[in-house]
């Protein structure tokens, strides 16, 4: 397939990405990194009556700053509306990044990360938007969504109302690291968690009279990882993974706080990850059960045993699209265009897709060079944040 002639100012999108790199915005703490991105969307050509905001950051529970970015453009040729999707936040990591442009990357100075998750998004969708408008390529309607809070846990597209969006019928999503990487689908995620009420005692003159709530959760947590539930799962039933993230007490303080008393509360927190809601939430009963037959071993000198209280909540659904799905197939049809072979991928974390197809809104993610997200070795490639512009323009002009 022969690559389409696309005038993708170089220098100006790498301009856009300057500049939202240099913007604080970490999860919840959106509003600035939105502001920019509409004053670069409004230097682009876009009116102010097309730029809106829904009022998901009013349904999120945690504290947002402002809903998710909507932009609406009107379509220049027939054809049902398509969705670009990106995330605003980033981790708290990146606070007070430095971005500096050293030949064809952009770095940090090596104390925060970087911020290219996803600031390489946004200055991709401005981009795609200069570009559109700057030399009158025709397209259909298109959406542009900037979501918030995705970086801590997808709320911004999980309570989103998507008749907000003007019923898009795909979305392709940024949030990769090569535009030749597809991402078709993506495990689902349950968080568990449970507290342990023990019995404090003097650990000295009486530790007879207690029951270790530390006890009780370390002997669950190897429980779990005897019975295969810890770290990578395998079973005859199918496959996913596990951590415990959280092993502490009350809110900010550890479990126990003195050598000589028998410990009386703990607080333990992780997450189970599957292909399949049904398995996700299997290794979360895994871990259920571990902590009961841990709770039965640890008893004072009565017979009594902790108190346990597990619970558990599923964080974003699963989703896998067919390789042969009109989402898909015009995915593959623009990488191709561009001299790149496409090749379909299945995420392990979370995306912002898991929920806009939840929504009824297949989705495909993209890459736009980002590397080493969430360290403080980040960086953007630039040569492949220009492939995955140029990507963006194909996609919205033969979708």
Request: with cysteine; glycine share 12%.
């Amino acid at each position: 397939m022969t690559a389409p002639v696309i005038h993708l100012d170089v220098e100006s999108a790498i301009g856009h990405l300057m500049r939202f790199l240099a913007i604080e915005g970490v999860t919840g703490q959106e509003a600035n990194i939105a502001n920019a991105v509409i004053e670069e969307l409004k230097k682009v050509g876009v009116p102010e009556s097309a730029i809106r905001f829904d009022d998901v950051h009013t349904r999120i529970p945690l504290p947002t700053e402002t809903g998710n970015l909507i932009v609406d453009l009107p379509g220049t040729r027939p054809g049902a509306r398509v969705l670009f999707s990106t995330h605003l936040d980033t981790v708290p990591l990146c606070a007070g990044a430095r971005p500096e442009r050293r030949g064809d990357r952009i770095v940090s100075d090596g104390t925060t990360a970087l911020g290219g998750d996803n600031r390489t998004g946004c200055a991709m969708l401005v981009t795609l938007v200069e570009t559109l408008l700057k030399h009158d390529l025709p397209h259909p309607p298109i959406t542009l969504l900037f979501t918030v809070r995705e970086e801590s846990g997808l709320h911004g597209a999980r309570e989103m109302d998507p008749k907000v969006l003007g019923g898009p019928v795909m979305c392709f999503n940024v949030d990769g690291k090569l535009a030749s990487e597809l991402l078709i689908g993506a495990v689902g995620q349950e968080n568990w968690e449970v507290e342990i009420i023990g019995r404090a005692s003097h650990a000295g003159v009486a530790p007879e009279k207690g029951i270790s709530a530390t006890l009780v959760g370390a002997i669950g947590l190897a429980e779990a990882s005897k019975s295969g539930w810890f770290g990578k799962v395998v079973k005859p039933d199918g496959a996913g993974t596990s951590n415990v993230g959280i092993f502490g007490g009350r809110p900010g303080q550890p479990a126990g706080d003195a050598t000589n008393v028998v410990t009386d509360y703990a607080f333990v927190r992780g997450e189970a990850r599957a292909p399949e809601a049904a398995f996700a939430a299997r290794i979360t009963e895994g871990y259920r059960q571990a902590f009961a037959t841990a709770q039965g071993m640890v008893k004072d000198a009565d017979g009594a045993v902790a108190e346990v209280k597990f619970s558990h909540t599923a964080a974003y659904p699963p989703f896998r699209l067919d390789e042969a799905s009109p989402v898909v197939a015009v995915a593959a049809r623009a990488v191709k265009s561009l001299g790149l072979d496409p090749v379909f991928l299945f995420s392990n974390g979370g995306l912002d897709a898991n929920w806009l197809d939840k929504h009824g809104i297949p989705t495909v993610t993209i890459g736009a060079g980002q590397y080493d997200v969430h360290t403080i070795n980040e960086y953007v490639d630039l040569t492949e944040f220009a492939t995955g512009c140029r990507l963006a323009v194909t996609l919205a002009t033969i979708a």
